[in-house]
């Protein structure tokens, strides 16, 4: 998990990286406060389940047009990946209890709107991020 968020972190000093940043052109497309929402909906849905849980699940859609951005790593696959090591150290031995419904998570993260879009992100040098993550994975 820490790996996680020192690639949020790096990623954070480009602002090409940046999921906040994408969320705000797509906002810009709209004129009303509705059609923002649902701009930002179209591009949550994009980069995450594609659609409907048909087309993620069953569709085999599911991390289509997975991205790797700041903000997005912190606040999609973060709590992904801390839900399945709990499921998976919960279940160690135990096939009989069912995956988590991980298309419910993503689906509550497609409707969020920019008011909380990640406000800690922030751009930092690069140079000086990587040799803290270094630094701290050398240790």
């Known amino acids: 998990m820490t790996l996680i968020y020192m690639q ?8 090409e990286f940046r999921l906040d940043n994408k969320l705000a052109m797509a906002r810009a497309c ?3 406060p509705a ?12 980069i995450s389940t ?3 849980r048909e087309a993620a699940d069953a569709g085999g859609l599911h991390d289509y047009s997975q991205r790797e951005w700041s ?5 999609l696959y973060a709590p992904r990946w801390q839900r399945w090591f ?5 279940n160690w031995n135990d096939t ?3 995956t988590p419904d991980f298309y419910s998570m993503e689906e509550q993260w497609t409707l969020r709107t920019s008011p909380d879009i990640i406000a800690d992100t922030k751009e930092g040098d690069v140079i000086d991020t990587a040799r803290k993550i270094f630094e ?3 240790d």
Do not use: C, F
């Open 8 to 15: 949020d972190s790096l990623l954070a000093t480009h602002p």
């Open 136 to 138: 701290a994975i050398a």
């Open 71 to 75: 903000g997005m790593l912190s606040s």
């Open 35 to 46: 059609e923002k929402d649902r701009h930002e909906w179209n591009l949550r849905t994009q």
């Open 86 to 90: 709990e499921y998976r150290l919960d």
């Open 30 to 32: 709209g004129v009303t």
């Open 96 to 98: 009989s209890v069912p």
């Open 50 to 52: 594609w659609g409907p």
